[in-house]
C-alpha cells in the first residue's frame, strides 16, 4: 500500500490519501463512496491516528478496490489542489538520524533532527543566507508503528509502519566550519529534512536490503548504492538504540546515507534535485537561498 499525507489547498486541511499509478484518491472520499463504516468516525482522518494509531485501519480494503481498477473518478485529487506533507505527524514524532558508518565500526551511532523541520516532496527548500555548498544526502527512512524499548531486530521489522525516501540537507559550509570549532553540525542540517512523496507499506515493498537508489541533480545522475549495503542493518541500528532510549509510534528514522548518495560538489541554488528509491519513489526538491539572519544580540 502507497499513503500519502497532503494539504487540500481550498480547504487547508491535511488529509490521508491513496496512491496509485501515480493518482492520488481521497480517502475520505473512498470510503464515502463504497460506503464504509470509518467515514465518519471523529478523528479518523488524522494520519498519525490512522496510519499509526490504527495501523492503517481499513485501508487495505481500499487499496484492494484501486488495485482491482474500482477508481471512481470523484475521489481523485488533482496535482494542483494539493501540497505534499511529510508522510507522518510532524507533531507527534521524533526524527533519529542513524550513520552512516566504515564498515569496521563496533556499534550504530545516531542522532537527534529537528521533526519540526520536516518537509514534504516537491518543496523549496531554504538554506542558511551565508551557505556556498548546498548538499544532500540520499537515505530510507522507516515509521514506527509501535512503541519500542529494549527491541530484538525481528521486534523493529515488525513494528515498521512503513518506508520513505528521505532527503537529509545539508549545508556543507556550516558543517565544516562547525566541525573545525568541535562543534556539533546542527545548524547545518536541522533547518530542513525532507520525506516523501508516499508512505510504502512492507507488505507491499517486501526486502529493502536489495532496493537500488539514484540520484540527479538538473540532468545528471548518478547511481548510489542499494540499500542494504550498510555495517548495520536498519533493524539492527534501531534495536540497539531502543536499549538506550524508548522510541515511540510515529517516530522517524532516517536509515543513514547511501554510499554515492550526496553531490560531492556544490548543489546549484535552484537547480531541481530527485532522489529514488526502487519500488518506493522519487523525492524531489529544489535547494533556495534562505532570508538574511536577523541579528541575535545586542549591539
Given at each position: 500500500m502507497r499513503i500519502a499525507h497532503v494539504l487540500q489547498l481550498a480547504t487547508s486541511t491535511p488529509i490521508v490519501a491513496l496512491e496509485r499509478d501515480g493518482a492520488l484518491y481521497d480517502v475520505a472520499e473512498l470510503e464515502r463512496h463504497f460506503g464504509t463504516k470509518l467515514a465518519d468516525i471523529r478523528g479518523v482522518s488524522d494520519f498519525h491516528t490512522r496510519v499509526v494509531?490504527?495501523?492503517?485501519?481499513?485501508?487495505?480494503?481500499?487499496?484492494?478496490?484501486?488495485?482491482?481498477?474500482?477508481?471512481?473518478?470523484?475521489?481523485?485529487?488533482?496535482?494542483?489542489?494539493?501540497?505534499?506533507?511529510?508522510?507522518?505527524?510532524?507533531?507527534?514524532?521524533?526524527?533519529?538520524?542513524?550513520?552512516?558508518?566504515?564498515?569496521?565500526?563496533?556499534?550504530?551511532?545516531?542522532?537527534?533532527?529537528?521533526?519540526?523541520?520536516?518537509?514534504?516532496?516537491?518543496?523549496?527548500?531554504?538554506?542558511?543566507?551565508?551557505?556556498?555548498?548546498?548538499?544532500?544526502?540520499?537515505?530510507?527512512?522507516?515509521?514506527?508503528?509501535?512503541?519500542?524499548?529494549?527491541?530484538?531486530?525481528?521486534?523493529?521489522?515488525?513494528?515498521?509502519?512503513?518506508?520513505?525516501?528521505?532527503?537529509?540537507?545539508?549545508?556543507?559550509?556550516?558543517?565544516?566550519?562547525?566541525?573545525?570549532c568541535g562543534l556539533p553540525p546542527s545548524e547545518a542540517r536541522d533547518f530542513a529534512t525532507q520525506l516523501g512523496p508516499v508512505l510504502v507499506t512492507p507488505d507491499e515493498l517486501g526486502p529493502v536490503e536489495v532496493l537500488r537508489t539514484q540520484a540527479r541533480v538538473g540532468t545528471a545522475s548518478r547511481p548510489c548504492s542499494r540499500i542494504g549495503e550498510w555495517a548495520f542493518?536498519?533493524?539492527?541500528?534501531?534495536?540497539?538504540?531502543?536499549?538506550?532510549?524508548?522510541?515511540?509510534?510515529?517516530?522517524?528514522?532516517?536509515?543513514?546515507?547511501v554510499f554515492g548518495g550526496s553531490a560531492g560538489q556544490p548543489v546549484p541554488y535552484g537547480a531541481t534535485v530527485e532522489l529514488m528509491i526502487e519500488r518506493i519513489g522519487r523525492l524531489s526538491g529544489k535547494p533556495v537561498r534562505g532570508p538574511a539572519p536577523s541579528p541575535w544580540r545586542r549591539g
Open positions: 494509531a490504527l495501523r492503517c485501519a481499513g485501508l487495505h480494503a481500499l487499496d484492494d478496490r484501486l488495485l482491482s481498477g474500482d477508481r471512481p473518478s470523484s475521489t481523485e485529487l488533482h496535482p494542483s489542489t494539493v501540497l505534499w506533507l511529510p508522510p507522518c505527524a510532524t507533531d507527534r514524532a521524533a526524527y533519529i538520524q542513524l550513520g552512516p558508518y566504515a564498515h569496521g565500526a563496533e556499534r550504530p551511532w545516531y542522532r537527534f533532527g529537528n521533526s519540526r523541520a520536516l518537509v514534504g516532496h516537491d518543496a523549496a527548500i531554504p538554506f542558511p543566507a551565508l551557505e556556498n555548498e548546498p548538499d544532500y544526502e540520499l537515505n530510507l527512512a522507516a515509521l514506527l508503528g509501535e512503541d519500542l524499548r529494549r527491541a530484538s531486530p525481528d521486534d523493529v521489522e515488525r513494528a515498521i509502519a512503513g518506508y520513505t525516501v528521505l532527503s537529509d540537507w545539508t549545508a556543507r559550509g556550516l558543517e565544516a566550519r562547525s566541525l573545525a542493518s536498519l533493524a539492527e541500528s534501531v534495536a540497539y538504540i531502543s536499549n538506550h532510549i524508548e522510541l515511540r509510534a510515529g517516530d522517524v528514522v532516517g536509515a543513514g546515507r
